[in-house]
DNA sequence: TCAGGTACTCACCTGAAAGTAAGTACTCCT
DNA sequence: AGGAGTACTTACTTTCAGGTGAGTACCTGA
């Protein structure tokens, strides 16, 4: 599980991309991310109610491994990590930001519910 | 299968977004329309090498029920289909721009191959 | 006459993604 | 003393997206 990077080949950037934010909560993490600056692992557990703890390790190693999050581990007695995302993270989120705001549009037109999220 | 449509609740507008674009083809079929703006159903299997028929299909209904192509029936001896993006296909694959150009620079980061489309 | 093209549908199978639940080692708070 | 919090790991199970291969009904060109 530690090999297997997504590289590849691709039919396009959005392809490419794609790859990348593919997972059920990657883009999520991407958002809470960028809207906390940093945060550690439980805060991140909490921002995203239904995750489990094996899927976010899961995803928050692959992005490190895709060079979207920076992983900061503070040797003390509680252990504390901290998590940040790196420029290609933030310039991925950028790259979102137009998908999302069609999102909007589209829960707009269809109705949809949105779940809470406390932020 | 024909139930079960899209309609989250949702975290937020990538997540909608991305619910209507998660799929294997769907990038690509998208892709496909907005360069060539109508395309029948066989253009569309020989433009996406590798493409089951049946996942084509499925694509191809579950985005047409998504409201983002139209597809245009036209009932003659050899049947013909004709499929095309909506207004809302052509507005998504709009906000999908900015996310290929990071997925672009990605591939060239990261040295990805890219699979040799002939459109 | 028969392969090949049109646009599909149907049934079955597999592999990967995600869920569930438990364990770890250590500390703080009550 | 015991429960909760820190950040995980590991093993097992379930779910489902996607792949495979066949069938359909009709027509065209060699």
Chains 1, 2 share one sequence.
Not at 15 to 31: E, F, H, R, T
Not at 90 to 107: K, T
Request: with cysteine; hydrophobic share 40%; net charge neutral.
């Amino acid at each position: 599980m530690t090999a297997s990077a997504r590289r590849g080949p691709y039919f396009c950037g959005i392809d490419a991309a794609m790859d990348v934010v593919a997972g059920k909560w990657k883009s999520l993490i991407l958002w809470e991310l960028h809207h906390h600056g940093t945060r550690r692992f439980a805060e991140l557990r909490r921002g995203l109610p239904g995750v489990s703890e094996k899927m976010l390790v899961q995803h928050l190693r692959e992005m490190e491994e895709d060079g979207l999050v920076h992983r900061e581990v503070y040797r003390e007695v509680p252990p504390k990590v901290e998590y940040s995302l790196t420029e290609h993270g933030v310039s991925l989120n950028a790259a979102l930001a137009p998908l999302g705001a069609w999102g909007i549009e589209r829960m707009g037109r269809i109705g949809a519910e949105k779940v809470s999220v406390v932020s």
